[in-house]
């Protein structure tokens, strides 16, 4: 009788089971975007005719993509060699363009060109530097054919000679080595007809400033040792001070970042003139020929030094608009190559 009152009481006293909650409806899967590929014609600039016809290519892909791409069908062109347009007028795009950024629609015409054989920056830069550097060294060494054949292989007597012959080749070294070591070169490349141009200038100054600063009548500066030693100093503070910004430019850049930033001052006290000008780099490497110019008083390196600065100030007034087209908050108090002047 208790054991039935206690089964009775227990099935009474029981709760009701709980309805157990309604599962959720699974997510349809996202429909997949459609990707609209595009149709890409490659035409001879010259010629007009048709070289090329690309099917399916995506819209992420870049101008790079599409030479590359070209390459394969055309492998004598590569695709530092290939210019590409959207009009036979219009500039060549670059390489990072992104087809689907393009003002084209699903099929793109470009208009190729040849610019012929190409060299890497690199190479054209070892090239500038290694030819005046030997070419200065055999007026040094007084090498046969150059001057008389009683002073073959003889020395000068004057010691500025030989100073001028260590900070000459000091600033090539110095050149080549920033060069292999120092400098992030990008892999933008350079017509191999524009090497005669550049390397003539460079290597036709180092022989006329060699000659006669090596001519065994060579006289030495007028105010004797005490200049000789002010434009020693001058040069060689330039020089380190044109290192210095090249390794303040090169720790500017990350390795793989495409994202530009304004260089400024650090802690290395030479690199402090950025408060004031864009590129210190031409302003040091004016200081250290106007330096050369005052130790050696020659003609030929004073006139190297006024066509240098020329083109340096070119270069300089360029990268300085670019800085103040591309930044916002770039500083104005800056000039380009010679501060509050230029």
């Given at each position: 009788?208790?054991?039935?009152?206690?089964?009775?009481?227990?099935v009474?006293?029981?709760?009701?089971?709980?309805?157990s909650?309604?599962?959720?409806?699974?997510?349809?899967?996202?429909?997949?975007?459609?990707?609209?590929?595009?149709?890409?014609?490659?035409?001879?600039?010259?010629?007009?005719?048709?070289?090329?016809?690309?099917?399916?290519?995506?819209?992420?892909?870049?101008?790079?993509?599409?030479?590359?791409l070209?390459?394969?069908?055309?492998?004598?062109?590569?695709?530092a060699?290939?210019?590409?347009?959207?009009?036979?007028?219009?500039?060549?795009?670059?390489?990072?363009?992104?087809?689907q950024?393009?003002?084209?629609?699903?099929?793109?015409?470009?208009?190729?060109?040849?610019?012929?054989?190409?060299?890497?920056?690199?190479?054209?830069?070892?090239?500038?530097?290694?030819?005046?550097l030997?070419?200065?060294?055999?007026?040094?060494?007084?090498?046969?054919?150059?001057?008389?054949?009683?002073?073959?292989?003889?020395?000068?007597?004057?010691?500025?000679?030989?100073?001028?012959?260590?900070?000459?080749?000091?600033?090539?070294?110095?050149?080549?080595?920033?060069?292999?070591?120092?400098?992030?070169?990008?892999?933008?490349?350079?017509?191999?007809?524009?090497?005669?141009?550049?390397?003539?200038?460079?290597?036709?100054?180092?022989?006329?400033?060699?000659?006669?600063?090596?001519?065994?009548?060579?006289?030495?500066?007028?105010?004797?040792?005490?200049?000789?030693?002010?434009?020693?100093?001058?040069?060689?503070?330039?020089?380190?001070?044109?290192?210095?910004?090249?390794?303040?430019?090169?720790?500017?850049?990350?390795?793989?970042?495409?994202?530009?930033?304004?260089?400024?001052?650090?802690?290395?006290?030479?690199?402090?003139?950025?408060?004031?000008?864009?590129?210190?780099?031409?302003?040091?490497?004016?200081?250290?020929?106007?330096?050369f110019?005052?130790?050696?008083?020659?003609?030929?390196?004073?006139?190297?030094?006024?066509?240098?600065?020329?083109?340096?100030?070119?270069?300089?007034?360029?990268?300085?608009?670019?800085?103040?087209?591309?930044?916002?908050?770039?500083?104005?108090?800056?000039?380009?190559?010679?501060?509050?002047?230029?």
């Open positions: 009788m208790d054991i039935l009152a206690l089964e009775a009481k227990n009474n006293g029981a709760e009701p089971e709980k309805k909650a309604p599962r959720p409806k699974p997510k349809a899967p996202k429909k997949a975007k459609r990707i609209v590929y595009f149709e890409v014609e490659i035409v001879d600039l010259k010629t007009k005719e048709k070289l090329l016809l690309l099917d399916k290519v995506e819209p992420t892909a870049t101008i790079l993509d599409i030479k590359s070209f390459h394969k069908s055309y492998p004598k062109w590569y695709p060699r290939q210019s590409l347009r959207l009009d036979s007028k219009a500039k060549s795009l670059r390489d990072e363009d992104v087809l950024t393009l003002p084209v629609g699903t099929t793109a015409s470009f208009y190729f060109s040849d610019l012929g054989p190409q060299l890497t920056w690199g190479t054209v830069f070892l090239t500038e530097c290694v030819g005046p030997i070419i200065y060294l055999m007026f040094y060494f007084r090498l046969p054919f150059i001057y008389a054949p009683k002073y073959d292989f003889t020395s000068s007597k004057h010691w500025v000679v030989h100073l001028a012959c260590m900070c000459h080749s000091f600033h090539y070294i110095k050149r080549i080595l920033e060069t292999l070591f120092v400098h992030r070169i990008s892999h933008g490349t350079m017509p191999l007809r524009n090497i005669f141009k550049n390397c003539g200038f460079y290597w036709c100054s180092a022989a006329w400033m060699a000659y006669y600063i090596n001519h065994p009548l060579y006289t030495t500066p007028s105010y004797g040792q005490q200049q000789v030693n002010i434009g020693l100093y001058v040069f060689l503070v330039c020089q380190v001070g044109n290192f210095s910004i090249h390794i303040a430019l090169r720790n500017l850049k990350t390795t793989g970042a495409k994202a530009k930033k304004i260089p400024y001052p650090t802690k290395n006290p030479f690199t402090w003139i950025f408060w004031l000008v864009s590129c210190p780099n031409y302003t040091y490497e004016l200081g250290s020929w106007i330096g110019t005052v130790m050696t008083q020659c003609v030929p390196v004073a006139f190297f030094t006024l066509v240098a600065f020329v083109q340096m100030t070119v270069w300089a007034k360029g990268k300085h608009r670019s800085y103040l087209k591309e930044f916002r908050d770039y500083p104005t108090l800056r000039s380009s190559i010679l501060p509050f002047i230029l």
